[in-house]
């Protein structure tokens, strides 16, 4: 349902601890990242 979710709310990138859980949103090209990797990603935009 989660995944669902996020690609029907046209989400960008899906942040869980669960990363295991999500390996089907490759198939939608949903980028699954942790907490600390948005976060990294998010400072990398930021610059």
Known sequence: MVLETAL???A???VTLNIADFVPASHF??????PGAF???LQVEKT
């Open 8 to 10: 029907n709310g046209r």
């Open 12 to 14: 960008e990138v899906l």
């Open 29 to 34: 090209r949903l980028p699954v990242l942790t």
């Open 39 to 41: 976060l990294r990603q």
